[in-house]
Each structure stands twice: as C-alpha cells, then as structure tokens.
C-alpha cells in the first residue's frame, strides 16, 4: 500500500509555545473540515467512484490527509508544550484540559467534538467531489 518512513512530510520545529494558536489550529485535526474528516471523507468516497483511476486518486489522498493529521498533531503538541495551568487558563482552554490533558482529541474550535456528521459519501461521485471541494475550500 505504502511505506511509512517514520518522518514528518514537512519537518515542524515550533520553538515557543503559544496558547491561542494551538486553540485555532486544533480545529483543522477535529473540526468540520479538518485533517481527520478530509481523510474519511476521501476513503469513504472511493468505493462509489466508477474507475480505478478514481478510486486510487481518492485513495491517494486520503491517506496523504492522514499525513496531514499527524503533522496537525505535532504543531499543537508543539505548541503547548510545558504548559502551565495558569497559561491554560488565561487562553481560555481550561475545558479542554481538564478533559483531555496535553493530549490531542479531535475537537473544533470551540470544543465540540468529532463527528462523522461533518462530511457526506452520497454515492454520487459528482455530488462527492463537489462536497470534497467545498469542504476543501473552506479552511483555504
């Protein structure tokens, strides 16, 4: 299928922390049109599409998303390293921290978490490349 090379796509090397970034990059792993509901939306539209040129593009692209979900992951993670409770406070994240800690849960910006609501596999490859687009478009 593919190989993992154990690295990131593009390295990432965030020096200094910072609260309020981290709470708006945390929506594109968890939020509607994110890493994690790009890469389902893809893997799931595949099976519909009528060639095996499509079918593989949407492969393709799926697992690049997941890609890009680990390198979401590593900027949040990044970015609120060694972090203080008091610092957690001032920027607002207390809810999510007393929930999950330090660690990545897949939430949009305002704390809601996941759903597969947020992306569509009508079975129409038209109707799904265009929800694909669209869902694309928007963190543009």
Known sequence: MWIYSKKLQYPIAIKNKDLSMAK??????????????????????????????GKALLTDIGTEELAHMEMICTIVYQLTSDVSIEEI??????????????????????????????FASLGDPVADIAESMAADGAIL
């Open 24 to 53: 708006y990059i945390i929506t594109q792993f968890g939020g509607p049109n994110g890493e994690l509901a790009a890469s389902q939306r893809y893997l799931a539209q595949r099976y519909t599409m009528p060639d095996d040129q």
């Open 89 to 118: 406070k001032a920027a607002g994240l207390q809810s999510y921290y007393t929930d999950h800690g330090c660690g990545l849960f897949p939430v949009d910006a305002s704390g809601t978490p996941f759903n597969a609501i947020c």
